[in-house]
C-alpha cells in the first residue's frame, strides 16, 4: 500500500543501516570502494593505480580460500556471481534487526521491511532506467519472470498461427515456457539460426519477422556465445508489426549499463544472483500499460483488491504478480547490490570487464587446438567476459575435473542450459570460463597455466 | 551431518559429497573451516533424469584415501571378499595408491587399454543415463554363461570408471554380479576426486551392467526350451532348480516347494502388511490370472542390506517379492512360458524399483 503515510526515522539505503545497527565490524567495504571509484579500471597493475579486480577483491571473502590444495580461481560467475560483504550486511541486518511480513502490518518493524522493500524496488527501476517502479515486478529469478510472461501474456495474447521468434541460441529458460504455451495455444515458435560469425544471423531475424509475429523473445548477450544482440534495431523492426519484444538480460544487466527506455522493449529480465545479489530473487521489467492488460499469474495474498467466496477482484501492479510473502531481505540484498555496483558505475565495470574479456580471448585461444565459440572479438565486436570452448579430442567434463582437482580453477562443463545450442554446434558440451569485475589477469594467467597442464595430463594418454 | 575430514590431499577445508537430490543448505561452520558450496541441481551440467542417492555415504563420513578396506565408518558395507576376485583386486590396487594425481593416471591407464566398441553397439539401450558424457556398455555371454562386458565413452575419466567395472566385472557368474553393491565405489577412494555427478554415472554404469546380466539371464530363460532349465540365481528361482541352489535360498521358499502350503490364507502376508506394490501386484495378478490361490509376500526386509534395494526402490523399499500362484492360467505352459507370463505383467513395477521375484507358479492339478 503505498499511499500510507507514516512518520518514521528515514533509512535511505541498506548500508548505512548496517553500519549504524551493527555492533561488530565488518569492513566497510562498499564505502571505500566508493571514494576510490576514480581509480583506473585497467586490468594490469602498476605503481599508481590498482586495477579494478584486485581494487574490490576484498569485498569477496569467499574469494579468499583454497579448494583441493590450490588457490581458488573462481572463473563461473556466469552460472551465479559472488556477493559482497555489503550484500551479505544487508540480508542479515534485515533478518537481525527489522524483519516483518510487508504491505499488511501496522507497527514499527514491518513499516520498516516495507519501506526497504519498496526501496529496493526503486532502486533496480532506477539501475535499468525504468520510468516507474512500478514497472518493475519481483519474481524467484529470471526463469519465472519469463514463465509469467508466458502465462500470463502468452496464454492470454496468442491465437493459433501466431508466431514467437527465438534464436537456437537462447537459454532453456526462454525456450521452454513458449514451448509450454505454444502448444496451448496453437503458436508457432521460428528459431533463428547462427551466421558464420556464429552469431544469430540478424538479417534472417528481420526477414522472419511479419504481420504473423506477435511475440520476439531474445537474448541480450549470450551466455555461451558471449555475443550481443541489436536489440534496439530488433525492438523497431517488432513494433512495426505490433509485435513485442521480451529481452533475457541475464548476462547484460549485472555487465553493462542497460537502459529500458533506450531499448525501448517491452519485456525485460534479469536474475539478482547473476549480478552480486542473493539467490531466490529477480525481476521482470514491463512497460506499465502492457502490465496492466496482463492478467495475474500465481493467484494468492497480496495480489487482490477484494476477495469473496466465488470470485475475487485483483490489485494493480505490479502487486498483481506478486503473489503471497516476498522474499523480502533477498529483495533488500538486491538493492544493497545494486547500490554496490552503482558505487563502482556499471561504465567502469563494463570497460574492465572488456578488456579482460579480450585478454581471456588471447590468451585461450593462443594454445593448441582450442576452439572457442561465439564471434571473434574486434574493434566493433565487443564479446561478453566468457570463452566457451572445447579442446580438440578431450572432452570438457574432464578438463573440468581435472582443473578443479589440482588446480583450484572452478569452471563449467556441460550445456550451460542451451541444449539446442550445442546440437546446433555439433558438440554434446562444452567448457566455459566467465568474468566478472573481481577477477584479474593473475586469474586468467592462472586458468591458462592450468588448463595447458591439463591437456597435456590428458594427452599424454591417448 | 557432515564431518571435517582432514585428508592429506585437502588440508583444512571440508568437502561436502551432496548426493541426495535434497542438497544441504548452508551449513555454518567456525570461521576456521571453509565450506564449498554444495552444486545447486540446476547447476550440474548434465542431460540427467535420475540422481541415484548413496545413502550410506550421505551420512557424511568420506574415508581417506589410505583407508583399509574395512573402514570403521561403514560397517555394514559389503565385505571386499564379496567382490570379484579382478574386481578386488582393482580396489587394492586404488587403495595403495594414495595421491588423487596418481589414481587419476590409475583410472586413465585403465581406459586406455579397454578394447573400444564397435559403434553399431553404440545405441540407446546400451547408454548409460546420468553421465554428463557418453558412455555405453554392452553385455553379452561366453560359452560358460558367464557375462561379458564391453564399454566406451567419449570422456577419458569415464571410460577409466567404465574399464574398472569391465574388467571386474567380465567372466562372472550372473549372480556374482547381481550380488555386487556400489558400495565398493567408496573403498576405491575415488569419490572424493570425482563430482558427484560423475559419481553417480558411476553407480548408474553398474546398474546398467547389472540390469543387462539380467536381461541375459532372463532373456536365456525364456530362449531354453526344457522346463528343467537350472536357472540359479539369487532373485529368480523356479522350482526345479530350489532343491540344488545355493544356501541362500530362503527357507520359506523351500518349504513351498516340497510341501503344499495351502494353510496361509490369500493375505499371503508373513507379518509384513503389504504395502502399495504389493496391493497392485495382488490386483494385477487377480485381475489377469483369476487365480485359485495367490500369495503375495513381501520379503524386501531380507535383502534390506543389500544396497541396490535402498538406491533404486524410488518408494517405500518394496523390491523383493515372493508369490505363489495357483491359476488355469498355467495349464499347458511350460515352467519358463509360467514365469514370463508373470513377468510380463509385472512390467510396470520391474521398472520402477521391483528388484526380484521368487516364484511358485501351479495350476489346480500340481497342487
Known amino acids: 500500500m503505498e499511499g500510507v503515510a507514516m512518520k518514521l526515522p528515514s533509512f535511505p539505503n541498506a548500508v548505512s543501516i548496517g553500519h549504524r545497527s551493527f555492533s561488530r565490524v565488518r569492513r566497510s567495504s562498499s564505502l571505500s570502494v566508493c571514494s576510490a571509484a576514480s581509480s583506473s579500471a585497467t586490468i594490469s597493475t602498476d605503481s599508481e593505480s590498482v586495477s579494478l579486480g584486485h581494487r574490490v577483491r576484498n569485498d569477496f571473502r569467499i574469494l579468499h580460500q583454497e579448494v583441493n590444495g590450490s588457490k581458488l580461481v573462481y572463473l563461473d560467475s556466469a552460472a551465479t556471481s559472488q556477493k559482497p560483504a555489503a550484500v551479505l550486511d544487508a540480508l542479515q541486518n534485515y533478518y537481525e534487526f527489522y524483519n516483518s511480513n510487508v504491505h499488511r502490518g501496522i507497527h514499527y518493524l514491518s513499516a520498516k521491511a516495507t519501506d526497504e522493500f519498496e526501496l529496493a524496488r526503486k532502486k533496480v527501476a532506477r539501475f535499468i532506467n525504468a520510468s516507474d517502479s512500478r514497472e518493475i515486478v519481483f519474481t524467484r529469478n529470471a526463469t519465472e519472470a519469463i514463465n509469467l510472461v508466458a502465462y500470463s501474456w502468452g496464454l492470454s495474447n496468442l491465437k493459433p498461427g501466431d508466431e514467437v521468434i527465438l534464436t537456437v541460441a537462447e537459454h532453456h529458460s526462454c525456450i521452454v515456457p513458449w514451448q509450454i504455451v505454444s502448444q496451448k495455444t496453437g503458436a508457432v515458435l521460428k528459431f533463428v539460426t547462427l551466421n558464420e560469425d556464429e552469431v544469430p544471423d540478424i538479417e534472417k531475424l528481420r526477414e522472419m519477422i511479419s504481420p504473423k509475429t506477435k511475440l520476439v523473445a531474445v537474448h541480450h548477450v549470450s551466455n555461451v556465445l558471449a555475443s550481443s544482440l541489436p536489440i534496439e534495431e530488433i525492438v523497431v523492426w517488432a513494433h512495426n508489426v505490433g509485435a513485442k519484444v521480451l529481452v533475457d538480460a541475464c548476462q547484460s544487466v549485472p555487465h553493462m549499463v542497460v537502459d529500458v527506455q533506450k531499448l525501448n522493449a517491452d519485456f525485460l529480465v534479469a536474475s539478482s544472483h547473476k549480478m552480486c545479489g542473493p539467490t531466490g530473487i529477480g525481476f521482470l521489467y514491463g512497460k506499465s500499460d502492457l502490465l496492466h492488460s496482463m492478467p495475474p499469474f500465481l493467484g494468492g495474498g497480496e495480489m487482490i483488491s477484494d476477495v469473496f467466496l466465488d470470485h475475487s477482484t485483483y490489485a494493480e501492479p505490479p502487486s498483481r504478480f506478486e503473489a503471497g510473502t516476498p522474499a523480502i531481505g533477498e529483495a533488500i540484498a538486491l538493492g544493497a547490490a545494486v547500490d554496490y555496483l552503482s558505487g563502482i558505475g556499471m561504465p567502469k565495470i563494463h570497460e574492465y570487464e572488456v578488456e579482460l574479456g579480450r585478454y581471456l580471448y588471447e590468451k585461450l585461444s593462443s594454445l593448441p587446438d582450442v576452439r572457442i565459440y561465439g564471434p571473434r572479438p574486434s574493434e566493433s565486436v565487443h564479446r561478453g567476459a566468457l570463452c566457451s570452448f572445447n579442446v580438440e579430442g578431450l572432452h570438457p567434463t574432464d578438463l573440468a575435473t581435472f582443473l578443479d582437482q589440482q588446480h583450484g580453477v572452478a569452471i563449467r562443463s556441460g550445456h550451460h542450459c542451451a541444449q539446442p545450442l550445442h546440437r546446433y554446434l555439433g558438440v554434446n558440451a562444452s567448457a566455459r570460463a566467465s568474468l566478472y569485475f573481481y577477477n584479474t589477469k593473475e586469474d586468467v594467467d592462472s586458468f591458462i597455466v592450468a588448463l595447458a597442464d591439463t591437456v597435456s595430463f590428458f594427452n599424454s594418454f591417448k | ?367
Open chain 2, 1 to 367: 551431518m557432515a564431518a571435517a575430514m582432514s585428508s592429506s590431499c585437502c588440508a583444512s577445508s571440508l568437502r561436502l559429497i551432496p548426493f541426495k537430490r535434497t542438497l544441504f543448505s548452508s551449513i555454518h561452520y567456525p570461521s576456521k573451516t571453509l565450506t564449498l558450496r554444495p552444486l545447486k541441481p540446476s547447476e550440474i551440467p548434465s542431460f540427467r533424469r535420475t540422481i541415484i542417492t548413496f545413502q550410506k555415504i550421505s551420512t557424511g563420513i568420506v574415508p581417506p584415501p589410505s583407508a583399509s578396506s574395512s573402514p570403521s565408518s561403514s560397517g555394514d558395507l559389503q565385505p571386499i571378499e564379496e567382490l570379484p576376485p579382478k574386481l578386488q583386486e582393482i580396489v587394492k590396487l586404488f587403495q595403495s595408491v594414495q595421491e588423487p594425481k596418481a589414481k587419476y593416471e590409475q583410472l586413465l591407464f585403465y581406459g586406455k587399454n579397454l578394447k573400444p566398441l564397435d559403434s553399431q553397439f553404440k545405441t540407446r539401450e546400451n547408454k548409460v543415463e546420468g553421465c554428463v558424457s557418453q558412455v555405453w556398455v554392452r553385455a553379452f555371454f561366453d560359452e560358460q554363461r558367464n557375462v561379458v562386458y564391453e564399454a566406451d565413452s567419449d570422456s577419458l575419466l569415464t571410460k577409466g570408471l567404465a574399464a574398472l567395472l569391465v574388467q571386474g566385472l567380465s567372466g562372472r557368474p550372473v549372480p556374482e554380479i547381481l550380488r555386487i553393491s556400489p558400495d565398493f565405489a567408496l573403498l576405491l577412494g575415488l569419490q572424493q576426486s570425482l563430482t558427484p555427478s560423475r559419481s553417480n554415472g558411476f553407480l548408474n554404469m553398474l546398474k546398467l551392467m547389472q540390469k543387462k546380466a539380467l536381461h541375459l539371464e532372463v532373456k536365456g530363460v525364456e530362449d531354453s526350451t526344457s522346463e528343467s532349465s537350472f536357472v540359479s540365481t539369487p532373485e529368480i528361482k523356479d522350482e526345479a532348480s530350489v532343491p540344488e541352489v545355493d544356501s541362500e535360498s530362503k527357507p520359506g521358499l523351500v518349504e513351498d516347494l516340497g510341501t503344499e502350503k495351502i494353510d496361509d490364507s490369500d493375505s499371503g502376508s508373513n507379518g509384513v502388511a503389504l504395502g502399495s506394490r504389493g496391493m497392485r501386484i495382488r490386483e494385477r495378478l487377480e485381475k489377469e490370472l483369476n487365480p485359485v490361490e495367490l500369495e503375495v509376500e513381501d520379503v524386501s526386509y531380507q535383502h534390506a542390506g543389500h544396497a541396490a534395494v535402498r538406491g533404486s526402490a524410488g518408494d517405500d523399499g518394496e523390491t523383493h517379492f515372493n508369490l505363489r500362484i495357483v491359476s488355469d492360467a498355467f495349464q499347458g505352459k511350460s515352467l519358463v512360458k509360467r514365469h514370463r507370463l508373470i513377468y510380463d505383467l509385472l512390467q510396470e513395477e520391474l521398472k520402477s524399483g521391483l528388484h526380484a521375484l521368487s516364484i511358485v507358479a501351479k495350476t489346480p492339478a500340481e497342487v
